[in-house]
């Protein structure tokens, strides 16, 4: 069974410190793994993914993500918040190769303290 | 133009009535989803489809229904809508086969108010 856990539901930062989102996974297949991020009053967007190639991976704003296999984890972190980093993100997981489904975390809403 | 587009983007309905929520796309994806958001509980899958002829339920489809009129039509159905379907509900699609990327593209919501 595939699963994801969001280990945070809120996080606060001040503004030019360091964000650490919180995943890990439980798949009974190789994942591959995903985060979004939805900002207020908007669909969801792409930020990275990970796909069993290198295990640190990069995505937009400067986020990036690390897939740990032994912890079964895929926390996302930034070295610097930006005020515009507010929004909710997403940890998804798919259950197969062929990405048949896509189960997604309970989200964590990151808060920017100016 | 938005690549994944959804109709209506607000409606508030009464207990009992039929709505439909309308999505379209643009990018020639084969699969489309519905997803439920509510606060708290993330994104729940309620129905997908792999194809025109291939639709599917997800972990919530008591209360809903789907049809796909098209490769790039996919609309959600309530039939007799009740307060608990009050929600943000998303359409979303993806690629497959040799250009599958593993990344869904959603529209920007439909946020129904059930009375």
Redesign the interface.
């Known amino acids: 069974a595939q699963s994801v856990t969001q280990l945070d539901?809120h996080v606060s930062v001040s503004e030019g410190t360091p964000v650490l989102l919180r995943c890990n996974y439980s798949s009974s297949y190789s994942p591959?793994l995903?985060w979004?991020v939805q900002h207020p009053?908007?669909?969801?967007?792409?930020l990275l993914?990970y796909?069993s190639a290198a295990t640190l991976v990069k995505g937009i704003n400067g986020f990036e993500a690390e897939f740990k296999k032994s912890e079964t984890s895929f926390h996302l972190t930034k070295p610097s918040a930006h005020m515009s980093d507010a929004a909710e993100y997403?940890c998804?997981v798919?259950g197969s190769n062929?990405?048949n489904?896509?189960y997604?975390?309970?989200?964590t809403s990151l808060t920017v303290i100016p | 133009d938005a690549d994944v587009t959804q109709t209506p983007r607000n409606r508030i309905t009464k207990t009992g009535k039929r709505i439909m929520l309308e999505c379209s796309q643009t990018k020639g994806h084969d699969r489309m989803y519905w997803y439920r958001q509510d606060p708290g509980l993330g994104l729940r899958l309620i129905y997908y489809s792999f194809d025109v002829k291939d639709i599917n339920k997800g972990e919530i489809s008591d209360g809903y229904s789907v049809s796909r009129q098209a490769q790039a039509k996919f609309s959600l159905s309530l039939e007799s809508a009740i307060p608990n379907q009050t929600a943000l509900y998303f359409c979303a699609t993806s690629s497959t086969g040799t250009s599958f990327t593993g990344e869904l593209f959603f529209g920007e919501g439909s946020r129904l108010t059930v009375l």
């Open positions: 539901s591959s995903f979004y009053n908007k669909g969801l967007q792409l993914k796909t997403f998804v798919t062929t990405g489904q896509f997604f975390g309970t989200g």
